[in-house]
């Protein structure tokens, strides 16, 4: 399959050929719902969420009976990767995968992310809603705004201090990071409480001290306070190393569009969701160890499908992207960190000179 060329960090990728306004998606859209790729999957779910729910109080319980012991360290691990089936159930609940109701939906959601992960469900969705709009948009979407890494060479040249020493080596340094992931996405969902509405807030914020008080108890019941402290700090490193190697290879090195060319601001939602996005071929260890995100560009093009189809609807998305001319980006999980990290590199590339 065709491969999409790397960026220059600097600005946008030259412009794509002319798009047909409102014609490109349509006849795709109508086709994946006429295979019935849009319906919901409810038994799916309903199956692999009790399964995960049944495997974590099968890992509590196993926590308990090894007891004050160094060995329970051990079971940080399958408790990271169940948090981040966790997480995955959290995102497609967010995204109207689960179920159609709205109410079951933030339900589902709110197990998942505040209690179970101690994470702001609403500040996901906000967030990640917004990246769905826009991917990769500069001005528009957050997974590239400037925080602890940058990603075009204008944002790096405004780096001073360390933050300039951390963009000169960001990608050297981005496993590395990722593992404070795991407890960033906790602190971020707390400040966030400050901009929930009243509502919200009187929601989530019970929830996010429950877990709190629940997780803390957890390991302060089975362990002594010093062997608490490393699970703690070695669990949430692999879960916020797990999540960044999930999230990873979707955008990073893809397309990105340049606010100040007005052919780019005029892609279809077809070429912007197709043109920014990655998928990540392999089999079913692929498709486990990623929530299905390695059919990201299914996934953006169709946020609501539930997540078994999305393998069904690759041919029909590649094909229709073929007989379109446009770049159908598809590589292995390895070679997508290695475009990713290639990326970061140039993006450092001034501040190395």
């Not at 990767?81 to 709205?102: C, E, M, N, P, Y």
Request: hydrophobic fraction near 45%.
């Amino acid at each position: 399959m065709p491969q999409a060329t790397m960026p220059q960090p600097t600005q946008g990728f030259g412009a794509p050929a002319e798009p047909r306004a409102g014609s490109e998606f349509a006849p795709l859209l109508k086709a994946v719902k006429g295979q019935g790729l849009l319906d919901r999957r409810t038994g799916w779910y309903a199956t692999r969420i009790a399964l995960n729910l049944l495997a974590l109080a099968a890992t509590v319980v196993a926590m308990v009976s090894t007891g004050d012991t160094w060995w329970t360290l051990m079971f940080a691990v399958p408790l990271s990767v169940l948090w981040a089936r966790s997480a995955f159930f959290g995102h497609d609940a967010g995204h109207a995968q689960i179920t159609r109701g709205k109410g079951a939906g933030r339900l589902i959601g709110l197990v998942h992310s505040d209690l179970l992960l101690g994470m702001s469900y609403a500040w996901w969705n906000d967030k990640h809603n917004r990246h769905h709009a826009n991917p990769n948009h500069i001005d528009k979407d957050p997974d590239v705004g400037v925080g602890a890494l940058v990603w075009t060479q204008r944002q790096a040249e405004r780096r001073e201090g360390f933050a300039r020493w951390v963009t000169r080596n960001q990608a050297r340094l981005f496993f590395p990071m990722l593992l404070l992931e795991g407890i960033a996405l906790k602190v971020y969902g707390f400040l966030d409480l400050r901009r929930q509405p009243p509502r919200e807030r009187a929601v989530e914020a019970p929830l996010l001290l429950v877990h709190l008080a629940g997780y803390a108890g957890l390991l302060l019941t089975v362990l002594s306070p010093g062997k608490a402290l490393v699970f703690a700090l070695l669990h949430h490193a692999l879960f916020g190393l797990h999540l960044g190697m999930t999230f990873a290879p979707n955008h990073k090195g893809m397309e990105m569009p340049d606010p100040n060319d007005p052919e780019d601001s005029a892609w279809g939602h077809l070429r912007r969701q197709v043109l920014t996005s990655r998928n990540v071929r392999g089999g079913f260890f692929t498709d486990w160890f990623l929530g299905g995100l390695n059919y990201q560009i299914e996934h953006h093009l169709f946020p609501n499908m539930p997540r078994p189809h999305l393998r069904l609807a690759q041919p029909m998305v590649r094909a229709h992207c073929a007989a379109l001319g446009i770049p159908y980006a598809q590589t292995t999980l390895v070679d997508s960190y290695r475009h990713a990290l290639e990326y970061m590199h140039e993006v450092g590339a001034p501040l190395r000179k």
